[in-house]
């Protein structure tokens, strides 16, 4: 991350109350930007937006549904954006079951409702859209997504977000190519860190498990994720737009930012990694079986690593070390803005 590209530029993060959204919001703020946000209320309680006091490094605190056009409109006059990371999302697969068309309509129509309002922004240099591993046609072969390969979804989130990687294409080719509006769209997955609290999560569930006592209920144990840290793929992200910015037309496509080759790991070998460092962590299977969710899931980050010079710097051990470090430190009620700032440093350093 390069701090003297982003010191005093105008930076608007949509779901910045959210856990990937607060940690990006500190992480540009501590670079110097002058970040916006426009989110709903922090989705859970207590959150890693009121923890770490992220409103407090923010130059605008937007509260604002996405779904709203006329709200959303001048949300985005006042931030006046020169970047902006979209975010704001339904982003759990079991919500997608109870709740298909709220998650359609947040995460289409309010990506559409956000493009049309940023087509008549004075000064938008990039546009960074931000959807999921889970949007590739997964025939759970085991195989190494690429960006080449065909979008799929079998669940309602998984469907929603092809379908917003589908409305990128077409606003990059219909809109923002002729205006000389860099976009593209990031594509990550299972990320862990402190701060998490979100319902259906493996590590928020260890983390509330340990602080109850009692054996945590894991409904698929052999399911594989590209587990890693959360700072890995928001530097991926900084990176990007910093190169779509740089060298504009270069890099408006789709990419993924993964973990390293080889370090996809099973959700019960994470909950033993846990147990490692807990002696009075436990855990089971459980019999609810539950929706389809994918069972095997990794991508290939060749073209970053390759064209943007991005690569993960910490382990699968490293980003849970890390993580469970930040969760013992909130459990000690520490200073746990100071305390995220000081891992985004040990990151950008490492």
């Given amino acids: 991350m390069d701090h003297r590209f982003w010191q005093d530029r105008r930076v608007l993060v949509t779901g910045h109350t959210g856990f990937k959204g607060s940690w990006l919001s500190l992480m540009l703020a501590n670079a110097g930007a002058r970040v916006s946000g426009i989110a709903l209320d922090p989705p859970t309680s207590p959150s890693l937006f009121e923890v770490a006091q992220v409103a407090s490094v923010l130059e605008n605190h937007l509260i604002c549904d996405i779904r709203d056009l006329s709200s959303l409109s001048k949300a985005v006059e006042k931030a006046s954006p020169q970047i902006v990371f979209h975010l704001a ?29 940023l087509r008549t922004a004075p000064e938008l240099q990039a546009v960074l859209n931000v959807t999921t591993d889970k949007v590739y046609a997964n025939d759970e072969t085991g195989r190494r997504f690429s960006e080449k390969d065909a979008l799929g979804g079998k669940d309602p989130y998984s469907a929603s977000k092809a379908c917003a990687e589908l409305v990128t294409t077409s606003w990059r080719n219909s809109f923002f190519s002729q205006s000389g509006i860099e976009f593209a769209s990031a594509r990550a997955g299972n990320v862990i860190g402190g701060g998490d609290w979100a319902v259906d999560r493996l590590i928020p569930d260890a983390m509330r498990a340990l602080d109850c006592s009692e054996p945590l209920i894991i409904r698929s144990p052999s399911s594989t994720r590209p587990w890693q840290h959360v700072l890995e793929p928001l530097g991926g992200y900084v990176s990007l737009v910093e190169a779509m910015v740089r060298e504009p037309t270069s890099y408006s496509r789709a990419w993924n930012f993964g973990p390293a080759l080889g370090d996809e790991r099973t959700v019960s070998w994470v909950a033993d990694y846990i147990a490692s460092r807990h002696n009075d962590f436990s855990w089971r299977a459980g019999t609810e079986s539950g929706p389809h969710e994918a069972q095997l899931l990794e991508i290939d980050s060749s073209l970053a690593i390759d064209e943007l010079g991005w690569h993960p710097r910490w382990s699968v051990e490293q980003a849970l070390d890390c993580t469970l470090e930040w969760y013992a430190e909130y459990r000690d009620q520490a200073d746990m803005q100071k305390c995220c700032i000081r891992q985004i440093s040990d990151y950008e350093v490492s």
């Fill in 89 to 117: 999302a339904q982003p759990l697969v079991r919500t997608s079951y109870d709740d298909p068309v709220g998650t359609f309509a947040t995460n289409v129509v309010g990506l559409v409702n956000l493009l049309d309002c």
